[in-house]
């Protein structure tokens, strides 16, 4: 910062404000304190504005362990965009690995507590989460990808995709496709995005008029399940013709039944999943699927964590964002 004032024949003060606070400076002086500082290559010192302003500029991320037979990448992609949100608000993402979430609550405390991160993004929200509650009774700030189930959710900043109007989506399209049995292959337990997406199948399937009698079946989030459960559904005497699934990896799985079945994907069944995965784009016949807007979600997550970092005792905000359908050959044949 010295180089740079020395340079243009200002103040360290004058620097400052070019890179904090332009608006107190004019035109003029703004404009040869930032051409000094690209000529330079000044960049701040991260490690030295931690220690003076005692905030370590860093959120807080789980990373979840793989898990055989799912399709995958969302996490990823949401880890990439909130790394490019982080960077472009000055912060960064220090991930840590949590196989539970009990783990993860020891892990908040320990990083929290050494000032190593000022704030957290929770992601996969349960019912009654043991995390969201453990946060809010400490004040530690976080914001969650994903509903506080079971929580206040006005009390609590959030940022969430539409799991319900995805799947009227979904629906409505099978049906424009000619669909009239169209089942719902779910995830079983107690689920807050579960059991989102499902009423939200129950409620399009009633607004066209078809039954959904029998066609809900639920199991674990593999692929292996959703082979299945669509078999099952398949061999019956009257078998559905259409699926929409709580993810694409229940999907891909309903896709290797119909296979086993001589069906025809696209044709004489439509198979719909939820995420648009890497998996949705490298299947075979490829999977019209839901796409969650990461980055999107993202700026949002850093907007609402830097509004909590600037003022904590403001009114808590929580943002609701559409999924949109991504149309491929598994209910569309080319």
């Excluded at 490019?84 to 990083?111: F, G, K, L, N, S």
């Excluded at 704030?119 to 990808?145: M, N």
């Excluded at 009633?206 to 039954?211: D, K, P, Q, T, V």
Aim: proline content about 5%; glycine content about 8%; aromatic content about 6%.
């Amino acid at each position: 910062m010295a180089m740079v004032a020395a340079r243009v024949g200002v103040s360290k003060q004058t620097v400052h404000y070019a890179l904090n606070s332009p608006d107190r400076l004019s035109p003029t002086t703004l404009r040869r304190v930032l051409k000094a500082v690209d000529e330079l290559g000044y960049r701040p010192n991260q490690a030295a504005r931690s220690l003076r302003t005692q905030s370590p500029r860093a959120v807080g991320f789980r990373l979840l362990p793989t898990t055989e037979g799912q399709s995958g990448g969302v996490w990823a992609s949401y880890l990439y965009e909130l790394s490019v949100a982080a960077h472009r608000a000055d912060h960064a993402v220090y991930c840590h690995p949590a196989a539970t979430d009990e783990e993860e609550i020891e892990v908040i405390q320990e990083i929290f507590s050494t000032n190593t991160v000022d704030c957290f993004v929770i992601t996969s929200t349960q019912d009654h989460d043991p995390r969201i509650t453990f946060l809010r009774e400490r004040g530690i700030p976080f914001v969650s990808f994903g509903r506080p189930w079971g929580h206040p959710m006005s009390d609590t900043w959030w940022v969430d995709v539409d799991g319900a109007a995805g799947m009227e989506q979904a629906v409505d399209h099978l049906a424009e496709r000619g669909h009239r049995r169209i089942a719902y292959l779910g995830w079983d337990g107690r689920n807050g995005f579960g059991d989102d997406r499902e009423s939200g199948w129950r409620r399009a399937m009633r607004s066209h008029g078809f039954s959904t009698r029998d066609l809900a079946v639920r199991g674990p989030d593999e692929i292996s399940t959703g082979r299945e459960l669509a078999g099952r559904l398949l061999d019956r005497k009257t078998p559905p013709t259409g699926f929409v699934c709580v993810s694409d990896t229940i999907a891909i799985g309903a896709l290797r039944a119909c296979r086993q079945r001589g069906l025809a994907v696209g044709r004489d069944v439509g198979v719909v999943g939820f995420d648009d995965s890497v998996g949705a784009h490298f299947v075979d016949p490829g999977l019209t699927s839901l796409a969650q807007p990461l980055e999107l979600v993202a700026r949002h997550t850093m907007r609402l964590l830097l509004g909590r970092l600037k003022d904590p005792d403001a009114q808590a905000e929580q943002v609701l964002l559409r999924p949109t359908l991504v149309v491929r050959e598994s209910t569309v044949p080319l």
